[in-house]
């Protein structure tokens, strides 16, 4: 098994790398729409790339039922929903779903597909948009895409919003964090700096096989959002 702290790049760093220089002086709606448009990141079966499609998923919709259920999840916002490709698959009987996206194509062909009731979708930017109330907000393979600075204004907002609870994208063994700009990918370690986030509630591992295992370690992460609101953490 090789070092989880020298790891190969994913595609999704590969190919913006290759197309750095298209996403210059866009906004951060435009940066995603450009993504989704060229299908950036690379997977066949959806333009929200690889870590979406259905067998990258399996562990996590064999799970996210149950945790719901756990916790008295009844009204789950998605944020950013991406394509609802794997979530079509998840049992989300006795739970209110609405997922949320920035670009508004996605949007709309979601809500053209999928929209039923109890099923909804908006245009929302994480950053800035007041939040739809939701008692849990899923916020998954996101945050991996924004700048540090984006990041905190995406905390801060959830932290504003009612959710009780967080689940979000986290490599528990990544030894530091690194900068990106909006729309690249990387790691992200939410319990070191600059987020410094308390231990999770609980840890649902992906088993993720992406980059030949080196990113083994990705998991959703649950968090009651009011264990965040400590100054210096997230
Ligand atoms: C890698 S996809 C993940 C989608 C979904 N969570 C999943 O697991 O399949 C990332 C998505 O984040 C959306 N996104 C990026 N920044 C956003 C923001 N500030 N607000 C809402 N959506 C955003 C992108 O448009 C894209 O659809």
Redesign the pocket.
């Known amino acids: 098994m090789r070092d989880l702290a020298r790891r190969r790049p994913a595609l999704?760093q590969l190919r913006y790398a290759e197309r750095r220089d298209a996403f210059a002086g866009l906004t951060?709606?435009e940066r995603?729409?450009l993504?989704?448009r060229t299908n950036l990141?690379g997977a066949a079966e959806?333009?929200?790339?690889l870590?979406?499609e259905l067998a990258a998923?399996a562990a996590l919709r064999a799970g996210l039922h149950d945790l719901l259920g756990r916790y008295g999840v009844r009204r789950l916002l998605?944020?950013?929903?991406?394509?609802?490709?794997?979530?079509a698959a998840v049992d989300l009987n006795g739970v209110d779903y609405i997922g949320?996206?920035?670009?508004p194509d996605?949007v709309t062909a979601n809500r053209a597909r999928h929209a039923a009731p109890g099923v909804a979708f908006r245009h929302?930017?994480?950053?800035?948009?007041d939040l739809p109330q939701a008692d849990l907000v899923?916020?998954?393979?996101?945050l991996?895409?924004?700048s540090f600075a984006?990041i905190h204004r995406?905390l801060e907002n959830l932290r504003a919003s009612s959710a009780r609870y967080l689940l979000t994208t986290t490599f528990p063994e990544l030894p530091e964090n690194g900068e990106i700009e909006?729309g690249d990918w990387r790691p992200l370690n939410l319990q070191v700096a600059p987020f410094c986030c308390p231990p999770p509630l609980e840890i649902l591992l992906e088993n993720c096989t992406e980059a030949g295992g080196d990113y083994r370690d990705k998991a959703l992460a649950l968090w009651r959002l009011e264990d965040l609101r400590e100054p210096g953490r997230l």
């Open positions: 999704a951060l709606a995603f729409a993504i989704h990141w959806t333009t929200s790339g870590g979406s998923t998605d944020l950013p929903c991406g394509e609802f490709g794997w979530m949320g996206d920035i670009v996605i929302l930017d994480l950053l800035e948009d899923l916020c998954r393979d996101c991996v895409h924004l984006n995406a909006d």
